[in-house]
């Protein structure tokens, strides 16, 4: 089995900065596509930033371009999303996947991490 476990969340004010976490740990014997996704009160949940296996290629969301930055961490299967310029709308439950498959489809989740952004 695999778990993956977000941090990082929590309170700031708009045009502040977060930096949340994530690990997968468990039978992670190969290296996976890691993504962030959001679920904000009342919507579905959206896609956010992914990285693949080796770190060498990124997507975004068009409403984080240029704001949030997905990176690996020193260690294998860990992943950061650099939150900058937060805005209200960015308020919402952070989930980070782990995925063998691609960086489109994932097969673990995290329990997610609330960010919430005030005005």
């Known amino acids: 089995q695999v778990q993956v476990v977000e941090s990082g969340g929590g309170l700031v004010q708009a045009g502040g900065s977060l930096r949340l976490s994530c690990a997968a740990s468990?039978?992670?014997?190969?290296?996976?596509?890691m993504g962030w996704f959001r679920q904000a009160p009342g919507k579905e949940r959206e896609f956010v930033a992914a990285?693949?296996?080796?770190?060498?290629?990124?997507n975004y969301a068009d409403s984080v371009k240029g704001r949030f930055t997905i990176s690996s961490g020193g260690v294998k299967n860990t992943v950061y999303l650099q939150m900058n310029s937060l805005k209200v709308e960015d308020t919402a439950v952070y989930y980070c996947?782990?995925?063998?498959?691609?960086?489109?489809?994932?097969?673990?989740w995290g329990q997610g991490t609330q960010v919430t952004v005030s005005s």
């Open positions: 468990g039978r992670t014997f190969s290296s996976y596509n």
């Open positions: 996947a782990a995925s063998r498959i691609s960086m489109v489809t994932y097969e673990y």
């Open positions: 990285i693949n296996w080796s770190g060498r290629s990124t």
